[in-house]
């Protein structure tokens, strides 16, 4: 059955950009001149998903307000009404982890698999992006049959292997990974992969099937990993799907993290970029003395 379907988790606390997430999701901050999700959006319109879950929570509303039709504020669309897109939402109670959000969503999925896009990262096509971009080829890789999930994965320097989902495989004819294990923000030493989960995925229903019985780790949420690895000790096959050379995930979760991408995005925006680049460079020479 076709993937058209996508659940965008945003119910985190966003604790590492405080004061930022007081109030706003750090979800509405903005790259540039529109706020992350929107950008997320984008991607997975044009990735050919045409209906949308939002799993929001406490101090998220400003993200249902942002899509709400507002004729006051101008008559273009956010997202062109061609794609026919329906956004939907729903809430995780309290903030337990990922693969907890993701349990919110098994209703919605009614039995069939999901495009999973994580709220805070965006994946920058390659500049000259000839092929599909990557939420498509995780689609084309699940419809392909016989997988119980689809990850997107990208290559990170050592220093980065304790930050993320690093997932272990065999490298197919065709460039996929065939997963035997995914490892939580393992010591870079222990595990001999470097690729990183890239906060895209498919899932099927016996993912979200699999979270429902998912116990929380110690620090009391619920990991999508430790479902991933259920479902491989049973025998369930597992596809990663590489960002292709060019693609680029970017993280805005801390400071640091979201001001190079916001920096990134400007620099290389065809309307403001020529401008930032030569004010960029004055405020070096200027600040290099
Ligand atoms: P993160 O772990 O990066 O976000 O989750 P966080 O928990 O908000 O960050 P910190 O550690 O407090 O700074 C990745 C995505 O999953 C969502 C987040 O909103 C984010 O978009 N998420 C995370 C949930 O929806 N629920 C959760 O319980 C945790």
Redesign the pocket.
Known sequence: MPVTDAVI?????????LPATRSQ???MLPVLDRPVVQHVIEELVAGGIGRVLF?T?KRKRAIEDHFDADPELGSAPLIDPRAGLQILYTR?PR????G??LRYAEGFAEGRGVLVA????LIEPAPQAAGPGIVRRLIDAYEEGGVAAVIAVERVPDHAVSRYGIVVGRQRADGLLEVSSVLEKPDPASVPSRMAVAARYVLSPAVLAQLQLTAPDASG?VQLADAFRALLERGERILAVPLAPGERRH?I??VASYSATFLRYALRDPRFGAQLREQAAALLAELDG
């Open positions: 988790p945003v119910a985190g606390l966003g604790t590492r950009l999701p750090k979800e799993v929570g995780q903030p337990a982890g990922l907890d959000a994580l709220g805070d990262a949420e993280d979760g801390t």
